[in-house]
């Protein structure tokens, strides 16, 4: 009788410690679940500020090309006059030329 209750006492103590080992392991995989989530969230995160970066990116060359569009007119001009000024270190014939081909393309552009 001692030895049957003996056996079932520890039968029991074996079944209770594979129920923790169970529990253990449960939540070892919720553990690891939760990680994996962390993880996604992370990469989540991270695909955000590459598209962050990418439309910041955008914005600047966006902001280039206006600020290029705007300053378009200035430029020609620039080359226009540092143009003429070689031209007059040059030759003064020359010059006169370039003064008439640029009246005629200006009223023409206009005119057109």
Do not use: D, E, T
């Not at 209750?5 to 029991?12: A, G, H, S, V, Y």
């Not at 449960?26 to 962390?38: F, N």
């Amino acid at each position: 009788m001692h030895l049957l209750l003996l056996l079932l006492i520890l039968l029991l103590l074996l079944l209770l410690l594979l129920l923790l080992l169970l529990l253990l392991l449960l939540l070892l995989l919720l553990l690891l679940l939760l990680l994996l989530l962390l993880l996604l969230l992370l990469l989540l995160l991270l695909l955000l500020l590459q598209l962050l970066l990418l439309l910041l990116q955008l914005l600047r060359l966006l902001l280039l090309l206006l600020l290029l569009l705007l300053l378009l007119p200035l430029l020609r001009l620039l080359l226009l006059l540092l143009l003429l000024l070689q031209l007059l270190l040059l030759q003064p014939l020359l010059l006169l030329l370039l003064v008439v081909l640029v009246l005629l393309l200006h009223c023409n552009y206009y005119n057109s």
